[in-house]
């Protein structure tokens, strides 16, 4: 394995500034959803789960913001938590790319920590990777046997194709199904870890629910 794909994704200082956020009662990270919208339809996606975005209701019951609305609705949420860390998502977030690109050098220039979390369905724009304190989580779901039936048209093909040339952590999470193969761990790290894209490599546990 290469050094250095597997680091924590917060310094020291950083988390002790967020423990220091909890103490004063403060929430040290705060998670956006930019749009509703997104062409996947992973099955048992929690974004449309009843009960996600309040009691009885889901993503698609809202409206999305957009334009200059969106920009200041997003900065106007983290002037009201002052959080350390902003986490973009969706819905895909990528297919508001124009106003993050407006939101991220401003959330960058007042010393906030931000990551768009995608499917890398869209290609993720070069001039995000200059950004300070800027990060990029490409969600993969296991090799492509498991991954392109789930989250099509995000295949593989498709993810390397409009990560090229960028910097990006992956994300995966293991589910059942991917632990009847013996090796299947390695194999899906040893691929992500040899990509040059990748910086690292996330890792989250979950048990799906029969019908998902």
């Keep these: 394995m290469q050094p250095g794909k597997f680091r924590p994704g917060m310094t020291v200082g950083e988390l002790l500034a967020s423990w220091g956020k909890i103490l004063s009662g403060r929430a040290p990270m705060l998670s956006i959803e930019v749009t509703r919208e997104c062409p996947l339809h992973c099955p048992g996606c929690y974004a449309y789960n009843d009960g996600h975005v309040g009691e009885s209701r889901n993503l698609r019951d809202l409206s999305d913001l957009r334009g200059g609305a969106l920009v200041d ?54 001039e995000w990777m200059a950004l300070p304190r800027n990060r990029v989580a490409v969600s993969v779901d296991g090799l492509p046997e498991h991954h392109d039936e789930r989250r099509s048209p995000a295949t593989y093909e498709r993810i390397l194709e409009n990560i090229q040339g960028r910097q990006v952590n992956i994300h995966w999470t293991i589910t059942h199904p991917m632990m009847a193969r013996a090796g299947y761990l390695v194999e899906y790290l040893s691929f992500w870890n040899a990509r040059p894209e990748v910086n690292r490599i996330w890792v989250s546990l979950y048990s799906p629910q029969q019908g998902e």
């Design 73 to 126: 609705g997003v900065l106007a949420l983290v002037e009201q938590h002052r959080p350390l860390h902003v986490s973009l998502v969706g819905g895909e977030p990528l297919i508001r790319h124009r106003e993050l690109s407006c939101i991220l050098p401003q959330l960058g220039a007042r010393g906030i920590i931000s990551m768009v979390v995608t499917s890398a369905v869209i290609p993720i724009p070069r």
